[in-house]
Structure formats: structure tokens, C-alpha cells
């Protein structure tokens, strides 16, 4: 997908970015913005069109950005919150370009992209077809407001002796958590594990406060809207990571229309089903949700640990 930049010349936007957690060490941790004094600062005009300072590992200041022409996937949890970016909209700057296969340009149209579409045509056009009547909650493309994430504060892991917990799970994904009300300061357990509401579904902080990476959440998310479904235990948060080069040209290619056609039962088109047998096998690999409950938009109606 070709982009006009601000300079004027145009460059290939990956709708994908796969990112480890060694690349994001090797990048060195965020100051700030870089500021008139080429100093770093906390706040400038439009983050979207200002350049970042990092530190790398051998202690050198590096300035790059503007995130308008990077993307929000250079960014890790810890740089997104020294940025001042909140969850909701690091994950509007995640989700536009796994949608779009494009970069958001400023803060117009970042603040434009955490609400969620207002009608089927304004859906169609952001999303694609079908999320607009669709049943299941978590096949839909996920809009979290920041106040739900404002309402609690994930504390750490349920065990055993916290709280009438069971025993100890080792994959996290079957484990729930403890969380702190921030009006009563009232301590209680989730009600809800990691695979009913997934990684995607915490604040930044949360996520760090649980020992989750950035290569962990953005694979989450990215399974999320491209997948339409939770990541479900350790296991297939390792194999998501990086899928096969044959399966990361058709998510390229496709983007969500490749887990709709699954998911609605619909068969690839004859010259394609061959073509294609990779990534339908690895869209089709985790058994999708069947339980029919009644449609609401995403934001009202998804069961979560952070909001």
C-alpha cells in the first residue's frame, strides 16, 4: 500500500510490524520529544509530528520519529507511557494501521480514530464489511474508552491465598488476577481469566504490572483484529508471534477479511483455496466462539480486566 509522506515522496506501508522484544531493547528506552534546545521535553504541539530522543544501549542519543511516518509499533509500553500517550489511543495508533494499512498523521486524527464508528457505513469504511451485525463481541474490532480503564488497577496475580483463589496456574492465560477499585481502594479478584477478556484488554500499566512485554501485547491486539479472537494460552502466544512467511503475506493482503470468510464459513475462491491453504489453516488452527448471545456494540458489552 503506497502512502504520500510529508515530503513528498511515497513509501510502503506494512499493515504488520513484528516486532521482539530484542528489537525493542536494541531501540533503547524513550526520553522525550525532542525539543527547541534539541534537549529532551515532556509536551510538544502534535506528537504525532514531533521527533522522539532515545537512548540506546551504548548510551548514545538517537532522534528519530515523527510516529506519522514510524507508527505507534516502534513505541514500547514503558515509551508509550513516558510519551504521554494513554492506552486508548496507543491502541487507536496500533489498530488504524492493522485495519488500514496506514499512519496516522496528527492529533486530529488520532483522537478521531479512539471513537468507535457511529453507524454500519461509517464501520464498513474503517473496518471492512461485517463487524457491524456481528454476534460475538470479540470478533469485533475493539474500541476500549479510557475510563474503563481508569476504574480499577490490576495488582498482580489471584493465587491460592489471595482472596479464595484456586491453585496456582502455571499458564497465565487460565489464572485471574487481583484488582484495586481507585474510588474505595476495595481489593478483589478479577472474576474473569486471561483468555475470556485477553492481554489486549489491559491498560499499559496493567500489562506491564503483570509481566507482559510489548511483543506481548501487540501480538495480542494484532490477533485480536486480524484474527478476531483472544489469544488463549502461552502456547499460542509463542506461535503468534511471528506466523510463517506465507501467513504473514495473506494477513498482509488481507487484513480481517481473512478471518470473516472463516468465521461466517464462507470458502475461499477456487483460485485461491490453494493459493491461500496456509493462512486458512492458521486462521482456522483455534476453535472460534459459537454461543450465540445477543448483538452490542464492543465497547458496551466485553468482559475485561482493566475496564
Given at each position: 500500500m503506497l502512502m504520500t509522506l510529508k515530503d513528498g515522496y511515497e513509501a510502503y506501508i506494512d499493515r504488520c510490524v513484528f516486532k521482539s522484544e530484542d528489537d525493542f531493547r536494541a531501540d533503547g528506552p524513550v526520553l522525550g520529544w525532542l525539543g527547541s534546545d534539541d534537549r529532551p521535553v515532556e509536551s510538544v504541539a502534535d506528537r504525532l509530528t514531533a521527533q522522539i530522543i532515545s537512548r540506546r544501549p551504548n548510551g548514545h542519543l538517537d532522534v528519530w520519529g515523527p510516529l506519522s511516518e514510524t507508527g505507534?509499533?516502534?513505541?514500547?509500553?514503558?515509551?508509550?507511557?513516558?510519551?504521554?500517550?494513554?492506552?486508548?489511543?496507543?491502541?487507536?495508533?496500533?489498530?488504524?494501521?492493522?485495519?488500514?494499512?496506514?499512519?496516522?498523521?496528527?492529533?486530529?486524527?488520532?483522537?478521531?480514530?479512539?471513537e468507535p464508528p457511529a453507524d454500519e457505513w461509517e464501520a464498513a469504511s474503517r473496518e471492512g464489511l461485517g463487524d457491524w451485525t456481528e454476534w460475538n463481541p470479540v470478533r469485533r474490532v475493539p474500541y476500549p474508552l479510557e475510563a474503563g480503564f481508569e476504574r480499577n488497577e490490576v495488582i498482580g496475580w489471584a493465587a491460592a491465598n489471595m482472596l479464595g483463589g484456586e491453585d496456582f496456574a502455571e499458564d497465565r492465560f487460565h489464572r485471574e488476577t487481583i484488582v484495586r477499585d481507585r474510588d474505595t481502594g476495595a481489593v478483589s479478584r478479577s472474576g474473569v481469566r486471561l483468555k475470556e477478556c485477553g492481554i489486549e484488554s489491559l491498560s499499559l500499566r496493567d500489562a506491564l504490572v503483570?509481566?507482559?512485554?510489548?511483543?506481548?501485547?501487540?501480538?495480542?491486539?494484532?490477533?485480536?483484529?486480524?484474527?478476531?479472537?483472544?489469544?488463549?494460552?502461552?502456547?499460542?502466544?509463542?506461535?503468534?508471534?511471528?506466523?510463517?512467511?506465507?501467513?504473514?503475506?495473506?494477513l498482509e493482503t488481507y487484513g480481517r477479511d481473512?478471518?470473516?470468510?472463516?468465521?461466517?464459513?464462507?470458502?475461499?475462491?477456487?483460485?485461491?483455496?490453494?493459493?491461500?491453504?496456509?493462512?486458512?489453516?492458521?486462521?482456522?488452527?483455534?476453535?472460534?466462539?459459537?454461543?450465540?448471545?445477543?448483538?452490542?456494540?464492543?465497547?458496551?458489552?466485553?468482559?475485561?480486566?482493566?475496564?
Open positions: 505507534f509499533e516502534h513505541l514500547s509500553l514503558d515509551d508509550a507511557l513516558t510519551l504521554g500517550f494513554t492506552t486508548t489511543e496507543y491502541q487507536a495508533g496500533l489498530r488504524h494501521r492493522l485495519l488500514r494499512g496506514l499512519l496516522l498523521q496528527n492529533e486530529e486524527e488520532l483522537s478521531a480514530e479512539t503483570l509481566g507482559f512485554t510489548t511483543s506481548d501485547y501487540q501480538t495480542a491486539l494484532r490477533v485480536r483484529i486480524l484474527e478476531r479472537r483472544h489469544i488463549v494460552d502461552e502456547a499460542d502466544l509463542e506461535t503468534s508471534r511471528l506466523p510463517p512467511m506465507a501467513v504473514r503475506h495473506g481473512c478471518s470473516y470468510r472463516i468465521g461466517k464459513g464462507f470458502l475461499w475462491t477456487r483460485e485461491n483455496w490453494e493459493k491461500e491453504r496456509a493462512l486458512r489453516e492458521w486462521v482456522s488452527r483455534v476453535e472460534r466462539p459459537r454461543t450465540m448471545k445477543p448483538i452490542s456494540r464492543p465497547w458496551e458489552d466485553l468482559p475485561t480486566l482493566s475496564f
